[in-house]
C-alpha cells in the first residue's frame, strides 16, 4: 500500500558572525533539524531515519551525529556521496515513506568552511566537526567519471573554469558582445542579490549593484572570464538546512496542521555523464530537457508553467542553459532563496537550503507550483522537481531519463593528443597574476583541450570574440594562436 509522502517541516540556520566561539558543522544541522520539527510541531523521537549529503567535512557518519544530539540513536542513517545528485537524496527520502520503510525522515545538510577559515587565520586548529566515527547504514555513491584526461591535465578541473568555457558558448549563440554580455551578468545576477537581502537567512545581503557585481576589483577579483567573485558560489558559509517528510496518514495522525503540508508531484533525474568536451553544444543540455519533458507527463504539470522557481545557480551559466532547456525566460523570477553566490553556495546542500525558501514561499500560495532544479558535476546530471500546497500527497513519482538522454545528447570523440587547424567551441582566461588561457577546440569534430599562457595570445584572447574562430593546436594540448 502506498503511503504519499509530505514535506512538513524545515528549517535552516546561517552562522555570518566572525566570532571563533561558533558551533560546529553537527551543531548547526542540529539547530536546523530542530527548526524543522518545531515548523512541523512532531517531537524528534518521530523520526526514523536521518539523511544527509556529504560536505566538505570528510569522514564520518553526519547523520548518525545528528540523530544522537536529537536522542534517536537508533534511526537509519544514509549519506550520499559528493557527485550524487542532491535532489537524488530527497527522492530517496521521499521514496522511503511513500514505501512505509520510514514513518517520518529527516534530510538536512550542513557546512562550515567559514569557520575552519577564520580559525586558520587565527593560527588555531581547525575546529573538531563533531562527526560520529564509522559508517552509515546506506552510502550512496556515484557512478562514472566527470571528466577526461585532457581537462584534467589542462587546468579545466576548477567548476569556475568549467563554467566559463560554457559561458563563452552561451554569450556566442546569444549574439551577444563580451561587453553586453557582461551587463546582461550583472543584471541577471543583481536580480539574485535582491533577492538574498529580503531573507534572514541567507549568506550575503548586501545586494551589490549590477555594475559592481561584474567590474574586476581588489575586493571582487577575476576568477575565470568573464567571472568576477560576486559570479561565482560562495561555499566558505557556515550554513545548514533540514527538510521533514512524512506520509498524509501520519501528518494527520499526529494532527500537523495543513497548512504545513507540502506537496512533492514529482522527481525527475538523469545519470548520464558525458564530459564537457564531448558535448556536441557547450550551450545545450539536453538530459535536462528530457527530465523536464518526461515529469511533465509524469504529473499533468509542465515545470515552465511553475510560479515558484529556484534552479541550481552555482553560476550565471547553470542558470541560463536551464532556464533555455524548461523553457523559462532569462526575465523570470528564477530564484526565491537568492543562488549560490548571495543566498549562499554550501558544497554538497544547496538544494536543502533553497528548498526551506521554496516550502515557505507555497505555503503563502496554496495551489501554486514550485519548481527546483539540482546540478551534479560539471551541467552534467540534472534534477528537476515539482510541488505544491494545499493538498493531500499524491504518491510517490520518481522517473529516471538517463536511458533516454544517452541518444538525446549528441556527442563527439575526445582526444588530448590530436593536432592541427580547429574551431574554438568555448574558452576562458583564468585570474590572478600568470593568467593563461583555456579553450576547447573543435578539429573535424573531434575534440581536445588546449592551452596558452604566453602573454600576447592570452591579451587578443580577452580583447575579441574567439568562439568559432579557425586555432592552431600545435603540440598536443598547445593553443598556438589564430590560423
Known sequence: ?????????????????????????????????????????????????????????????????????????????????????????????????????????????????????????????????????????????????????PEIARDLTVPAHQYAV??????AAAGRSIDEHRAHLGRL????????????????????????IVQESPANRLIAEPYTRLLCSQWNVDMAAAILITSTEHARRTAIATDRWVTPLGVATSDLIVPLPGRDELHRWPALRVAGE??????????????????????????????????????????????????????????????????????????AIGLTTAVSGLLTKPGVALWTAGGAGRGHVSVDVTAEAGPRTTTRRV????????????????????????AVVDLDGVRTVATTADPDLVGSLAAGEWVGRAVRVGTAGSLDGPS
Open 1 to 149: 500500500m502506498p503511503h504519499p509522502p509530505l514535506v512538513v517541516g524545515v528549517g535552516s540556520v546561517v552562522h555570518r558572525e566572525d566570532s571563533l566561539d561558533r558551533p560546529d558543522v553537527v551543531g548547526l544541522m542540529t539547530a536546523a533539524a530542530r527548526r524543522a520539527l518545531d515548523d512541523a510541531g512532531l517531537a524528534a523521537t518521530t523520526i526514523d531515519a536521518v539523511l544527509v549529503p556529504r560536505g566538505s567535512w570528510g569522514a564520518g557518519d553526519g547523520a548518525a551525529a545528528v540523530a544522537a544530539r536529537l536522542g534517536v540513536p537508533h534511526a537509519r542513517t544514509v549519506c550520499s556521496e559528493i557527485g550524487v545528485l542532491q535532489l537524488s537524496l530527497v527522492d530517496r527520502a521521499l521514496g522511503l515513506v511513500a514505501a512505509g520503510q520510514a514513518g517520518t525522515v529527516l534530510v538536512v545538510g550542513g557546512e562550515a568552511r567559514h569557520g575552519a577559515a577564520l580559525a586558520r587565520r587565527a593560527g588555531h586548529p581547525e575546529p573538531p566537526s563533531g562527526l560520529s566515527p564509522g559508517e552509515p547504514h546506506e552510502t550512496i555513491r556515484p557512478a562514472g567519471n566527470l571528466l577526461t584526461e
Open 166 to 171: 560554457i559561458e563563452s558558448a552561451v554569450r
Open 189 to 212: 545576477w543583481h536580480r539574485f542579490a535582491i533577492v538574498a537581502a529580503g531573507r534572514s537567512d541567507t549568506w550575503d545581503p548586501s545586494c551589490p549593484s549590477a555594475e559592481h
Open 294 to 367: 518526461r515529469l511533465g507527463e509524469a504529473t499533468g504539470v509542465d515545470p515552465a508553467s511553475a510560479e515558484v522557481v529556484e534552479i541550481y545557480s552555482c553560476f550565471p551559466s547553470a542558470v541560463e542553459v536551464a532556464a533555455v532547456e524548461l523553457g523559462l525566460g532569462l526575465d523570470a523570477s528564477l530564484t526565491v532563496f537568492g543562488g549560490m553566490t548571495f543566498g549562499g553556495g554550501p558544497f554538497n546542500h544547496y538544494v536543502l537550503q533553497s528548498l526551506v525558501a521554496v516550502v515557505e514561499e507555497l505555503r503563502r500560495r496554496p495551489g
Open 415 to 438: 582526444d588530448g593528443s590530436i593536432t592541427g587547424v580547429g574551431a574554438v567551441v568555448g574558452y576562458t582566461i583564468t585570474g590572478g597574476s600568470s593568467p593563461i588561457g583555456i
